[in-house]
């Protein structure tokens, strides 16, 4: 079920009207329960039963953790979690990725081995799941949060439909606090809530499907030579379409769970004016970032065990960071260049962080285009299907290739291009606040009038639903 979709209108209008309809609390956590496993049984019922096997293993996990009598025990039952969970993900996610690996390690020694092909279908959002489930465990082991004693409340903490299967990656430590007591709507909350819902279907069916994928997916399709400007078109067609992609979906989320009554925690801050690469990374998907950061960086050590280990440490969960989007090497390599870049800048900043020059304006404007720029040409490896392609997009952006192929039309760059400008600088100019504070500074009637062009702008731009990037993750 899309949320860029009529059923969802729908469906998401008989939760909302039984769900304040009801005055006692647990019928409603109830109601939203049930909704939850149809939103996410409608892609694939018996997956359903996937959701709810990883949700019960962790629920009774927790409690053992937490009731360990001695250090060893505590831990022995958190790795028992942490190895059921990558173990399902693992398999479903990346068996076949692993037995072909295999399958070219053993050819490279002469070794003539075929593993058959699992015949297996990724369940949707399998990834995002799992981190909700495990953040749980974690957490009860860290002290963060304590067990919960209700199942009911676990599993709807883990399956809320709004961020079920393409985030943000809510916790448990977050979420089951306001499966307490029954939420209060703020003045305005409800209507705040639709508007976000609003923006967010703007980014996504605009933005992102009508004026920006068509040239990416051409781009990036193409088997021949392109030209400079559009291969540099394509890919920055991309960074704005899964930015108003992922970005579109976060804002549903959190604006559907405003609506609910309930608060989740933002997932992007304008990342593309970002300074820097520490500095994209608390902008974009905030809620994976900090989850390596507090389950895989600081375990390892951080940036306190000595700049080598720490430089490490960051591959390490750059690797992973790029590996969790899909079983591709290119997500890995991905990811390296991310962690590479991360090394780099921590290496500059120790280097630099005396010298005058770098607090100036000029300094931070060619920061911020450099850190652009290489995001872009990172999202190459992310967006192509293998390497040859990502070799051919990248010689025809610097220029290398002999000729090239005419293949964008001239409204397709125009499109590309105005999108693009209109996103840095929405970026640029809101890096340093939010757009909650923008709106509630705007007079009444300019809000209405962008909410009714927006309206308008998804209703008219309504055709073949786009399922969302990050679905495949």
Not at 154 to 169: E, H
Not at 219 to 233: E, I, N
Not at 399 to 405: K, S, V
Request: glycine share 8%.
């Amino acid at each position: 079920m899309l949320f860029n979709s009529l059923t969802f209108v729908v469906f998401f209008v008989v939760v909302l009207g039984l769900y304040w309809s009801l005055s006692s609390w647990e019928a409603r956590k109830n109601v939203l329960l049930v909704a939850s496993y149809l939103f996410y049984g409608a892609w694939n019922p018996p997956f359903a039963l996937l959701l709810f096997a990883t949700t019960a293993l962790d629920f009774y996990l927790g409690s053992r953790i937490a009731g360990a009598a001695t250090p060893g025990s505590k831990r022995g039952w958190m790795i028992a979690s942490v190895t059921s969970n990558l173990s399902m993900l693992g398999y479903f996610k990346y068996g076949n990725f692993l037995l072909e690996n295999v399958h070219w390690l053993l050819a490279r020694v002469g070794v003539n081995y075929a593993p058959p092909h699992l015949d297996i279908f990724l369940p949707i959002g399998i990834s995002f799941y799992t981190f909700h489930s495990l953040s749980y465990t974690l957490d009860v082991y860290r002290g963060v949060c304590q067990p919960t004693r209700s199942l009911r409340d676990f599993t709807l903490a883990v399956s809320f439909f709004p961020q079920l299967v393409a985030g943000p990656i809510v916790r448990a430590a977050d979420f089951l606090p306001q499966l307490v007591a029954a939420p209060t709507l703020r003045a305005g909350q409800f209507q705040w809530g639709l508007l976000m819902m609003t923006l967010g279907m703007f980014e996504k069916t605009v933005l992102a499907d009508t004026m920006l994928s068509g040239a990416a997916d051409s781009v990036f399709s193409y088997g021949g030579p392109l030209l400079a400007v559009d291969a540099w078109a394509g890919v920055l067609a991309f960074a704005g379409q899964i930015f108003f992609d992922f970005a579109g979906y976060s804002t549903c989320a959190i604006g559907a769970a405003l609506c609910l009554g309930f608060h989740l925690k933002d997932n992007f801050r304008f990342p593309y004016a970002a300074l820097g690469f520490s500095d994209f990374w608390r902008r974009w998907h905030i809620s994976l970032s900090t989850f390596l950061r507090d389950f895989l960086y600081f375990p390892l050590g951080g940036n306190r065990v000595g700049p080598w280990r720490a430089a490490v440490n960051l591959i390490i969960v750059m690797f992973i960071g790029g590996l969790w989007h899909g079983p591709a090497w290119t997500f890995v390599v991905w990811g390296l260049i991310h962690g590479g870049l991360l090394v780099v800048e921590h290496v500059a900043r120790a280097l630099g962080k005396d010298a005058p020059w770098v607090h100036s304006l000029g300094a931070r404007l060619a920061l911020t285009f450099a850190t652009y720029v290489a995001v872009c040409l990172a999202w190459v490896f992310f967006r192509a299907a293998d390497f040859t392609t990502a070799a051919r997009l990248l010689h025809a952006m610097v220029g290398t290739l002999p000729h090239g192929d005419p293949l964008l039309t001239t409204r397709a760059l125009v499109q590309v291009a105005i999108v693009t400008v209109g996103l840095l600088l929405a970026h640029g100019l809101l890096r340093d606040t939010s757009v909650e504070a923008v709106v509630q500074r705007m007079p009444r009637w300019l809000v209405a009038s962008l909410w009714t062009v927006m309206l308008c702008a998804i209703i008219l731009n309504q055709g073949a639903a786009h399922a969302f990037i990050y679905f495949q993750f």
